[in-house]
């Protein structure tokens, strides 16, 4: 079936720094990818997402990036601040359409 | 408030009750699903409503599982007869049109089973 992997499940970077978190997919024919944010009790946080037919978007202090050809999606988060330690998923759209396919998680951790 | 609303936050279950978790969708939102987070792990897909119809639930871990959604606004995830592995939080999300592409997430409820 799908999956979605992290290659890092913790990441700890310093204020001001960019942070980069990585995932990976399985599945060559999907077509949609979210990234979310989600603080300690709370549900996930939609940040940014991006269709297959672009490699790279941005948002405010992020970008997310799509390398199809080895099927791997980052999110780039500029000038790191202390309220973004946070766990950060990334999902991928199933072949129904119908669920999104989420990730282990890696957890952000910023130290000022 | 114009998120997505969730209740009981929290929910303390004996082993063998049955318990039902609600969601409030964002007004007008077409689509609505339901996940279960377990500790330290991502959120999982249960179930999937367009409208009032329950367009796929095969995430559903097993028949003690039921969900509905019967004016196509506010939804119900019920257990039956309770297991502790059915301890998760569990999400509700709806995004705006068919289809499963930005959802926005109610905060979820902690279910624990004693």
């Known amino acids: 079936g799908e999956s979605v992997g992290l290659h890092l499940p913790t990441l700890s970077v310093q204020e001001g720094d960019n942070s980069i978190i990585n995932c990976a997919y399985s599945?060559?024919?999907?077509?949609?990818f979210i990234w979310y944010k989600q603080e300690s009790g709370k549900g996930p946080q939609f940040i940014i997402d991006i269709r297959s037919n672009m490699d790279k978007r941005q948002g405010q202090r992020v970008t997310v990036l799509l390398n199809k050809t080895v099927k791997h999606l980052s999110l780039q988060i500029a000038a790191t601040q202390p309220g973004d330690s946070a766990v950060y998923f990334c999902?991928?759209?199933?072949?129904?359409?119908?669920?999104?396919?989420f990730g282990k998680g890696t957890t952000l951790s910023v130290s000022s | 408030g114009a998120g997505v609303s969730q209740s009981p936050r929290y929910k303390v279950a004996k082993r063998g009750q049955d318990v039902a978790l609600r969601c409030d969708p964002i007004?007008?939102?077409?689509?609505l699903f339901w996940y279960q987070q377990a500790l330290g792990q991502g959120p999982e897909f249960l179930t999937y409503?367009?409208?009032?119809?329950?367009?796929?639930k095969s995430g559903l871990p097993s028949d003690r599982f039921f969900a509905e959604r019967p004016e196509g606004s506010v939804s119900t995830l019920k257990i039956q007869r309770t297991q502790q592995e059915d301890s998760a939080v569990y999400l509700c999300?709806?995004?705006?049109?068919?289809?499963?592409?930005?959802?926005?997430f109610g905060p979820g409820t902690r279910l624990t089973v004693l």
């Open positions: 999300a709806s995004s705006l049109n068919r289809g499963a592409d930005t959802q926005y």
């Open positions: 409503f367009q409208n009032e119809a329950q367009l796929d």
């Open positions: 007004s007008g939102h077409v689509s």
């Open positions: 999902a991928v759209l199933n072949q129904a359409g119908t669920a999104l396919i």
């Open positions: 599945n060559s024919a999907s077509d949609y």
